[in-house]
């Protein structure tokens, strides 16, 4: 999972704690998963805690005809029955919730749990969860329109889909459950909507946040398909997811992201002026050298145009040896020899001498590769650092 | 048919020595009712960390039981009458 989804989490469990997200900045490190364990963990202690005192209302709730639960709900307020709905029979419920007004019931699902209410959720008549998910989006509360989304029936969840506006819809994106979940929603938005809920992202750099959630946790498909839209937007949209990314330190996440773009995409992503800045530059080589992405990062230069490549190239002169070997074992790895020596052109002759030496390195056990390499050094203009070596060999 | 031999072939079990302290996080999946081992995929929290976030579970649950027995979000009128029968509910 991403660093977006772990920040998600611990978003969800600072609410479910009542304390602000900076207080748990240090589960950052965690990771989703652990994060999530931890509060499904808190959730289950918290209805754990005077359960027995449920149950017996339950049982007693049991008795009464819906119409006399609905008016004792009403008097019980929504933090109480969002406990007491889990113990009662589903269909039952269902009757209750049938006859309470919306703002209520978008009260009771800030306190539900949807896992322990799941049957519940599920019956829940179409209109009145369109309802709840109105209620829900006019208090500007995403968190739990993306946590119920993963239990409603298909057919409301298509119809909340098509009633909420595009800000709601996108920001409970952010908050999904179920990250698998995500390409289903996905289907569900007409072309046209889910283009102008991306374009969202050159608005402010929370929509940014949100969109490039997305796409980091959307599937391969759905990336390019995006991407396709995405870039069909005015550029300073994919100028401000790039923003963002870089301020939100997320370029390891958003590299396999690029990778997954149409070539014409990746083409216009790449040339961006924003991958001029030597500190984006330095940040993706960072990211790129720490995650083992040199293979996803030299096809990539292969699409840039002139000015980018050479920035890329004096940013790269910063790297260490070792950064530049590992670009050197990922060209091996994925043939990307040509962008390699493309930017190893532009480098000053001590960058230079230092990847023949690797290169030297590999033609001892592969001496057919480094003549190769040699050779096309030489077509880039720096063949005579081959040539002292390769006569002493 | 031999018989099964009465001497045990695996060395016996190491003599018990005293019982190790309980970490903080052993403390954090005891208030969560967890097994120890099933939060030891938060072993990268320095133990201060832990003890941070056990004493938020712990305020939390606590927040959570008074909201339940005050009957919060319950008309004002019959609020003291449902704070009387939560707690006789609750004996």
């Not at chain 1, 301020?247 to 773009?261: C, D, F, K, Q, R």
Request: hydrophobic share 50%; glycine share 6%; with cysteine.
């Amino acid at each position: 999972m991403s660093v977006l989804a772990t920040r998600a989490e611990i978003r969800k469990l600072a609410r479910l704690l009542g304390v602000k997200p900076d207080r748990l900045s240090f589960l950052e490190r965690e990771g989703a998963g652990p994060i999530r364990r931890v509060r499904e963990a808190q959730v289950e202690l918290l209805f754990r805690q005077e359960h027995r005192l449920f149950e017996r209302l339950a049982r007693w709730f049991g008795w009464l005809p819906s119409w006399t639960l609905a008016f004792f709900a009403r008097l019980l307020g929504p933090v109480l029955v969002a406990r007491v709905a889990g113990e009662l029979k589903a269909r039952h419920a269902v009757e209750v919730c049938a006859r309470l007004p919306a703002p209520f019931l978008a009260e009771a699902a800030m306190n539900l749990d949807p896992r322990r209410a799941r049957d519940l959720v599920r019956r829940l008549p179409t209109p009145l969860v369109v309802d709840a998910a109105k209620e829900l989006a006019r208090r500007g509360d995403r968190m739990t329109v993306g946590r119920f989304v993963d239990f409603v029936s298909d057919d409301a969840l298509g119809q909340v889909v098509a009633i909420l506006d595009d800000e709601t819809l996108l920001g409970a994106a952010f908050y999904l459950e179920s990250r698998t979940h995500l390409d289903h929603v996905i289907r569900l938005l007409p072309e046209e909507r889910l283009g102008r809920i991306l374009a969202l992202a050159g608005d402010s750099p929370m929509h940014a946040t949100s969109v490039l959630s997305i796409l980091t946790e959307g599937s391969h498909s759905m990336r390019r398909r995006m991407g396709d839209l995405l870039a069909a937007e005015p550029e300073k949209v994919l100028l401000s997811l790039m923003r963002t990314a870089h301020e939100e330190g997320l370029w390891a996440e958003i590299l396999p992201v690029m990778h997954s773009l149409s070539p014409q995409t990746m083409c216009e992503v790449v040339n961006l002026s924003i991958l001029e800045e030597p500190a984006v530059l330095q940040s993706i080589g960072d990211a790129a050298d720490a995650q083992d992405l040199w293979g996803i990062v030299l096809p990539m230069i292969e699409m840039m145009e002139e000015s980018i490549r050479s920035a890329v190239a004096f940013s790269m002169t910063r790297h260490p040896r070792e950064a530049l070997a590992r670009m050197v074992q990922s060209a091996l790895i994925g043939e990307h020899w040509e962008p390699l020596l493309d930017v190893v052109a532009r480098m000053p002759p001590v960058k230079q001498d230092e990847f023949v030496g690797i290169v030297e390195g590999l033609g001892a056990v592969d001496p057919d590769l480094r003549g190769r390499i040699a050779a096309r050094a030489a077509a880039y203009g720096f063949g005579d650092r081959f040539v002292p070596r390769a006569v002493a060999a | 048919m031999a018989a099964v031999s009465a001497h045990p072939t695996s060395p016996p079990p190491p003599l018990a020595g005293p019982a190790a302290a309980p970490t903080p996080l052993d403390a954090l999946a005891a208030r969560l009712g967890r097994p120890p081992k099933s939060l030891a995929i938060l072993s990268t929290l320095s133990d201060d960390e832990v003890v941070t976030l056990t004493g938020l579970v712990d305020a939390a649950a606590e927040s959570e039981r008074q909201r339940i027995l005050a009957a919060e979000g319950s008309p004002r009128l019959v609020r003291p009458l449902f704070r009387l029968i939560l707690q006789a509910l609750r004996r």
